[in-house]
């Protein structure tokens, strides 16, 4: 989309022209801290209650951003004169002008566009749709949950006519006429209306006029199907009023459905389903791996859609078998008294307690399960219907305990009771013990105590009626228990690695302001995205639109892609016997050798036998060529290019190259940048050829975090970024621009004074000295990633802001720092043994090693907490 058309497309006038007339626009910024790359980055100035975009314009303008959409009434800070170059289109409503960017970025994808809305379970569905369809298509979905009225143009915004085949996205409203407006931009050709709730009401006059206004989503011209729950009986009727393709499922044969299931328990946490098309279809049986009411609900519309689109009925059970319980917000804490605490106090409406409590279900430690829960808000139900659910939910997941606060539960009290009862005999006659799940027997029975308000609770507080148990605080926001939480949390126990997902999109942004325009960005998530955490460093980058993700091995591949990453993945050690993994997982092999090269064409023509049948791009990952300039690790040498060429070119209709990669040996040291020019100088020669063999370009990419700094000319079209992005200087040129991303955090669990003569430790290698020494013994050691070399005083910590050393021999599990120094310091207190204050090179260089070393020597049985700001 080019700057100069949008006066025109979004009906405002141009206040000032970019300098740059043939600007094109990629990215949309909303806030200047969470900007991606400036160069095609246009930013929108929303104004909202507590908020106005306008004031952001210089830092936006500051970090190189050009193009602006402004309000037509709005003083720009500075005025126009304060940014030269940068091209103002002045709208009347600059949401307006987002959602109309939008819609005709929308216009550009020919394929299926989904739309997912209803009061409770969209997000939900959503994730499963994306993972059940994930074998067949490459989806773009919206981020968590952005429904809104910014979130839904955000996330059509990423929908790329290049990578993906399908769009995915949920629509939610709170007011009349938004629905028209979310429909306009989303253009959906398939749907599902999860359910018809009471949530956000006061935004309609009626539950009619509610339901009305969701189903205007799915009014469009371009809509062709419905997928819906016909017991639903107002949503029925109001398919058939509207005449919307609707295509109906039942579980009590609904009218008209064109789906019947039969749905019963089949085991502990398992749900058999037996499905039939229309009356008289052939019937084909199904287990699902939950058992709640609402998981189950939220899978059958999963079912419904891959009956529909005719998935044979084996490949669909093995889909669902691997459905994934969608992590919405659940933290998990150390508690006090030996107790442990999932912390969800965001929301509560009934499917998220549903998938919460199965979380608790899931605990393998001994003792209480404990659940703190608020009024259920919305939830489609109230008063006795709704407590008699969440009264039926509790022994089902070994609740044993519950503490209930807000006016609604306490006054349900009884209804609670009755179901428990009920529930109880359900289960004695069905009580298999499984592993998730303790045996419940006829002694279950549930402690209870109400309370009308979170102040109420806390009041009477005594943390040590919390001990040995499993709690579940789980609570509507605007009951704040994430005071209850500040109350029963242990202070700072144990070993945790804090990644900061802000300073990691911050270093993100960095690498980026270094590019030239249009080269690509690959980042490195091998290793446990270098002890960060995979998965959770994918997503984020997945949302900031980083082009290509790369990996070691298959494995690591196949675990993003069963989270739902959806990027392009590269990977750099693809054993043979991995390759059909590979391709089920759209995953991208690079392949180094010609055995390497021979086995994949082998395993290719096995799976596809030379036909002239078009093969569907989606089972035909490509892959990256690796040559060796150097490095003398993998990849073909330069003799091999001639013969590299042929076979390339023999099968290049049919086995696609994505890239041509070299790796630089030694591109942090000025000392041998000779060697890395001649390493670039081969690899230019070396990819020409493969490229002329080829007969067309493919992506070139030769630099590692310190080469994007260091030789910028030789960025080429892609960069692989590694160290950088977790806030490591690797060419010396970032030491102020990068921020440390991860904190290793460890806790005191006991100190001693030591008599003077004393030694500490295995192999009493902690010498005696002649004075009295304090002693302190951290909650952590080599087996959680604390090097052994760190003994005797080689490593330091920080307590109190201090430097505290190390004392004796690291032990698998702990090791002891001296704190004779340090007068304020006592058991329970943190010490930091990485981070900002105590930086990792340095560290790194106290025992000869580097700083990649100890990222990725954190082990995994350390908690990753992930914080943002
Ligand atoms: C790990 C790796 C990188 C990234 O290196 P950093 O020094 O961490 O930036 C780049 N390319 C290849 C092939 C790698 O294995």
């Excluded at 209930?404 to 005999?425: K, Y």
């Excluded at 078009?614 to 330069?638: A, C, Q, V, Y």
């Excluded at 892609?718 to 955090?745: C, E, F, H, K, Q």
Aim: hydrophobic fraction near 45%; include cysteine; glycine fraction near 8%.
């Amino acid at each position: 989309m080019l700057f100069a058309d949008l006066p025109v497309l979004l009906g405002g006038h141009l206040l000032q022209a970019a300098a740059e007339p043939a600007a094109a626009v990629r990215h949309l910024v909303l806030d200047s801290r969470r900007a991606g790359p400036p160069a095609e980055a246009l930013f929108v100035a929303l104004r909202g209650p507590n908020h106005d975009g306008h004031r952001y314009l210089p830092q936006a303008y500051a970090q190189g951003v050009r193009l602006f959409v402004v309000a037509e009434n709005a003083a720009l800070p500075g005025g126009l004169a304060a940014y030269p170059g940068a091209g103002f289109v002045a709208v009347a409503s600059p949401l307006g002008a987002l959602q109309a960017l939008a819609a005709a970025h929308r216009r550009q994808f020919a394929g299926p566009v989904w739309a997912i809305t209803g009061s409770n379970g969209k997000t939900i569905v959503k994730e499963w749709l994306a993972q059940l369809l994930g074998p067949d298509e490459v989806i773009c979905r919206s981020p968590r949950s952005y429904n809104s009225q910014v979130g839904v143009p955000l996330s059509v915004w990423e929908l790329s006519p290049e990578r993906h085949t399908l769009g995915l996205f949920e629509a939610g409203i709170s007011e009349m006429d938004e629905m028209a407006k979310l429909a306009a931009i989303i253009q959906p050709t398939e749907g599902v209306f999860t359910t018809l709730g009471t949530a956000h009401d006061a935004g309609f006059a009626s539950e009619a006029e509610k339901l009305r206004e969701k189903l205007r989503l799915f009014e469009g011209p371009q809509f062709r199907r419905l997928y819906y729950c016909a017991d639903q009986g107002p949503v029925r009727e109001a398919v058939a009023a509207l005449a919307l393709p609707g295509f109906g499922w039942t579980r009590h044969d609904a009218p008209g459905a064109a789906l019947r299931f039969r749905v019963a328990p089949a085991g502990p946490g398992r749900t058999a389903v037996r499905a039939r098309a229309g009356t008289l279809g052939p019937r084909a049986d199904f287990v699902l791996p939950f058992a709640d009411e609402p998981s189950v609900e939220n899978a059958l519309h999963g079912l419904a859609v891959l009956l529909a689109r005719g998935v044979a009925p084996a490949e669909i059970q093995r889909r669902l078998a691997r459905l994934q319980p969608v992590a919405m917000r659940l933290e998990m804490k150390q508690g006090r008294h030996d107790s442990y605490l999932l912390d969800d106090t965001y929301n509560n409406d009934l499917a998220g307690l549903a998938l919460a409590l199965a979380a608790l279900g899931r605990q393998a430690r001994p003792g209480r399960r404990t659940l703190i829960l608020s009024d259920v808000l919305e939830s489609g139900l109230t008063g006795p219907a709704l407590y008699a659910r969440v009264g039926a939910l509790l022994p089902a997941h070994g609740v044993t305990r519950l503490v209930g606060i807000g006016p609604e539960i306490s006054s349900q009290l009884s209804v609670i009771n009755e179901q428990l009862t009920d529930a109880n005999e359900r289960l004695i006659v069905n009580n298999e013990p499984t592993e998730n799940r303790p045996l419940i027997t006829d002694n279950y029975s549930l402690l209870t105590e109400f309370y009308p308000s979170t102040e109420a609770f806390l009041a009477q507080l005594n943390p040590a009626d919390f001990a040995h148990e499993t709690i579940l605080v789980k609570g509507a926001r605007r009951f704040g228990f994430e005071r209850i939480v500040v109350a029963l949390q242990a202070q700072q126990h144990g070993t945790v690695l804090e990644v900061n997902l802000d300073a990691l999109s911050h270093n993100l942004q960095h690498f980026r302001q270094q590019l030239r325009p249009g080269t690509k960005l690959m980042v490195m998530v091998k290793a446990f995205a270098y002890g960060a955490g995979s998965y959770e460093v994918a997503s984020l980058l997945e949302f900031q639109r980083a082009d290509y993700l790369a990996v070691a091995y298959a494995d690591e591949g196949i675990a993003l892609r069963e989270a739902g990453i959806g990027l392009p993945i590269m990977v750099m050690n693809p054993s043979s016997d991995a390759f059909e993994l590979l391709r089920r997982h759209r995953l991208e092999p690079e392949i180094y050798s010609f055995e390497l090269l021979h086995e994949y064409l082998a395993t290719f023509l096995a799976t596809f036998p030379a036909t002239d049948a078009p093969i569907p791009s989606f089972t035909n990952p490509p892959i990256h060529i690796k040559l060796d300039t150097g490095m003398r690790r993998l990849g073909f040498e330069e003799a091999d290019v001639p013969a590299l060429g042929a076979l390339l070119r023999q099968h290049r209709a049919r086995l696609p190259v994505a890239g041509i990669m070299t790796h630089l040996a030694a591109a942090d040291d000025p000392a041998h940048d000779d060697f890395t020019r001649q390493q670039l100088a081969a690899f230019g020669r070396m990819a020409g050829a493969l490229e002329e063999a080829l007969g067309r370009p493919v992506l070139k990419h030769a630099l590692n975090s310190a080469g994007i700094r260091r030789f910028p000319e030789a960025q080429l079209d892609m960069v692989r970024l590694g160290i950088g992005l977790y806030g490591v200087d690797a060419s010396g040129l970032d030491a102020n621009a990068l921020r440390p991303v991860s904190t290793l955090r460890t806790t005191i669990s006991q100190i001693k004074t030591l008599p003077a003569g004393a030694t500490v430790g295995y192999g009493r290698r902690g010498t005696a000295t002649a004075a009295a020494r304090r002693i302190a013994t951290l909650a952590i050691g080599y087996a959680d990633g604390y090097d052994r070399r760190f003994s005797s005083g080689a490593g330091v910590v920080l307590v109190h802001g201090q430097r505290a050393p190390v004392v004796g021999s690291v032990a698998m599990d702990m090791c002891m720092v001296d704190v004779t120094d340090i007068p304020a310091a006592r058991a329970g207190d943190v010490a930091v043994v990485f981070g900002a204050e105590l930086p990792l090179p340095m560290l790194a260089a106290r025992i000869g090693t580097i700083a990649y070393e100890l990222l990725t020597n954190v082990s995994e049985r350390v908690k990753r907490v992930f914080v943002t700001e």
